[in-house]
């Protein structure tokens, strides 16, 4: 009785959200009907090692993955801003990052060390964890973000897109996504924040202007999701694609030597997990899925495109 | 004629220093006798990627390799501050390091940027190069080294000896020397200098106080030996060690895909290039060779002691 209920209230809830709000879809603004199943396939963490950086230039060059973001603080930023110079068509952003969640490949500030303290812990990297005695100071990270922003140009790398590592500046409080919100509008560039996570956190809706862009649905592979059913779970996220704008959050890398000992110390988006992350999705069955599906995939370039048309 | 002259000055000139000078000398400081032939097979660049700290720590742990220094700035430093901390009679000095010659992995200060912008390119690494419009102002060397130090201490590691990456801090002057020395003074750690560059760099010698360690000879190999005279190069180089303490600088790493990535603009000091050196002292002749030769191998913290002995 309550299926039938849901069932009813589904058929007919949607016509009467289009008769209330006029307004084009996010997919309308980019040309597709209300209904068009857009994908961004985006990796994220570019610059933290090689072995991410070989195989997200893979997954990039393959078409399967149409967006990817890049650490600034990491070792192996250089790396991939001189494949962005040489490459500008390819949809790269900044993956805004103020911790270092690893053990034994760490990194820190691009601010000058003395003027982001509350950012550091005492041997001057980023914090590996915030914890509820970690005091951020939204000046500090605001600084820190202007600097990885600023060395992305002074290296000749122009970033379609701004997200945020460990998502710590959208899920840590208002103030700091004020923040990363107040510094993209200055660089004129889009932020990903979806619709999905304005539940748990109402402050993301709450400080958008109207001219922010707001990605539909976000898809992520949780550390709950068996490697044995890496491919049935994304298959299944796929079938069951909603009408609308969605993100896969994805981490591809190699499982090598170096990928293995940068993140030796848990298995959580480690070597393997980044492993089967690129096997999916540079393989036939992940093609094969986005044809049978309809499924159009799409850049943060043409987001941003569309919204500065409005 | 000139010949016979000179072999009669080798011959009769030994005797005389001598005579004139009764102080012991390293070898003798450290227990041997004055004819003993002394070695430190020392590895450079650890922290600079993880291919060069797991070849490094395999090649102290054969034995054949007996003391390494570590580069604080770059990002698999805290990898080996980690084996340090946990091998503490392991020979590791701090590899100090105001340069990131590399294209595609880099490193910069420690130091806060706006302490030390002498040092920094514009986009906040070291420099690649020091050329003659690079103006490094020594005090902010000084702080800099300072700050590595500090930072090994923060991460629980007490480095044996102190010496310099690309010999920067050798080699560009008496000012930037003398920072070393300072700073070395006030650590109480000795800092590798040898006799052999005495007479390119005179204020090496002459900015030493009576109680600095001065090793005899090094030897290292150069661009010029073609790969395939590596282990010729080696050999011939142990055959002919002199009396004294030597100490050899090498460069360890596998040549796998990181190390091959991270040095990939060039072949000097590459990936093959390391993995050479590695094969070399890691190998079964290069142990037959010490034993055939008499030669003895010994660590920066025995001349630390000996020294302090004085």
């Not at 090689?50 to 990491?74: F, R």
């Not at 490949?105 to 550091?120: C, D, Y």
Request: net charge negative; hydrophobic share 45%; proline share 5%.
């Amino acid at each position: 009785m309550k299926f039938i209920l849901l069932f009813a209230m589904l058929a007919t809830f949607p016509a009467a959200v289009v008769g209330q709000s006029a307004a084009p879809s996010l997919a309308e603004k980019l040309g597709y009907s209300r209904d068009a199943k857009l994908l961004i396939v985006h990796a994220d963490d570019l610059g933290m090692t090689h072995a991410v950086n070989a195989a997200s230039i893979k997954g990039l060059e393959s078409g399967l993955v149409s967006s990817a973001s890049m650490m600034v603080p990491c070792p192996w930023f250089p790396e991939i801003a001189d494949y962005a110079k040489a490459h500008p068509n390819a949809d790269l952003g900044l993956h805004l990052t103020v911790t270092s969640e690893r053990v034994y490949l760490r990194w820190g500030p691009v601010a000058s060390k003395e003027k982001v303290p509350s950012l550091l812990d005492a041997a001057g990297y980023f914090f590996h964890d915030w914890t509820a005695e970690t005091h951020i100071n939204p000046r500090e990270a605001e600084l820190e973000i202007r600097a990885q922003i600023e060395r992305a140009h002074a290296m000749g790398v122009h970033p379609t897109h701004l997200d945020s590592h460990q998502y710590r500046l959208f899920a840590s409080g208002k103030e700091l996504f004020e923040v990363v919100l107040h510094v993209a509008h200055d660089y004129h560039l889009p932020v990903f924040v979806t619709r999905d996570w304005f539940v748990e956190h109402p402050y993301l809706e709450s400080s958008l202007s109207r001219n922010d862009i707001v990605v539909d649905h976000t898809v992520t592979i949780e550390p709950s999701v068996p490697a044995n059913k890496w491919a049935e779970f994304y298959t299944n996220a796929i079938r069951s694609l909603r009408p609308g704008v969605t993100e896969f959050v994805i981490h591809l890398a190699y499982d090598d030597e170096e990928m293995g000992a940068a993140t030796r110390e848990r298995d959580t988006w480690g070597a393997a997990w980044r492993q089967r992350d690129f096997d999916f999705f540079t393989g036939a069955e992940f093609r094969n899925l986005l044809q049978q599906e309809n499924i159009k995939l799409i850049t943060w370039r043409e987001l941003a495109r569309a919204a500065k048309q409005e």
